[in-house]
């Protein structure tokens, strides 16, 4: 199985500043298609998971540019440029290259400071 | 708009049966892989179970296999996950998303296993 090992697994961040989360997979996520199936989520207070960024950099249609995905191979990152109290949340990497399983990272959780 | 819709959680005693379902709208439901994903209290995400758009094939989390049962009718949009020997290891909240990157996900179902 695919291990997904985030970090840090706490970030408080002072709003309006940027913020980065690292994602780093036990083997290549890149798929024999050439698409590489790295996803990021966000998780609100008490809400549903939502996807944020689907194949390493596909931003989803309302998330704000100031969120954006990069990396490649094995090592992946997540930025904020700016952090805004709606950030407020955890965050998950998760693969679907190689599965089953499908397999998430341990989370993320941004808190303002 | 993509809706997905979790019903059926509650409190069952160890060792009982439970049945989830979700309901789609809003896509080609019979074209889309569907997953149930889990979240226990203050835990992350655990993939459990998916199920192909033509029912063919279905794989599940080794923490699963041989107690939950995934499957989908595609004249109701809704897919199904059957819970049996259930232990309090599987309290959770119960989700279900879309396709390969899991793009729409539903509020959930809260399954306690408690005596």
């Known amino acids: 199985d695919v291990v997904m090992t985030q970090s840090p697994l706490s970030l408080p961040v002072t709003l309006g500043q940027p913020a980065s989360i690292s994602c780093r997979s036990s083997?290549?996520?890149?798929?024999?298609?050439?698409?590489?199936?790295l996803h990021w989520f966000q998780q609100r207070p008490g809400q549903s998971p939502r996807r944020l960024i689907s194949?390493?950099?596909q931003r989803d249609s309302g998330v704000p540019d100031r969120i954006s995905g990069s990396g490649s191979g094995t090592d992946f990152t997540l930025k904020i440029s700016r952090v805004e109290a709606e950030d407020v949340g955890i965050y998950y990497c998760m693969q679907s290259t190689h599965w089953p399983p499908y397999t998430f990272g341990q989370g993320t959780k941004l808190d303002i400071k | 708009q993509v809706q997905l819709v979790e019903s059926g959680g509650g409190v069952v005693q160890p060792g009982r049966s439970l049945r989830l379902s979700c309901g789609a709208s809003g896509f080609n439901f019979n074209t889309y892989t569907m997953h149930w994903v889990r979240q226990a209290p203050g835990k992350g995400l655990e993939w459990v179970a998916a199920?192909?758009?033509?029912?063919?094939?279905?794989y599940y989390a080794d923490s699963v296999k041989g107690r939950f049962t995934i499957s989908r009718d595609n004249s109701l949009n809704t897919v199904f996950l059957q819970m049996n020997s259930l232990r309090p290891e599987d309290t959770a909240v119960y989700y279900c998303s879309d396709g390969d990157s899991f793009g729409f996900w539903g509020q959930g179902t809260l399954v306690i296993v408690s005596s």
């Open positions: 194949k390493v950099s």
């Open positions: 083997q290549s996520l890149v798929h024999s298609d050439g698409n590489t199936y």
């Open positions: 199920v192909s758009g033509d029912e063919s094939h279905k």
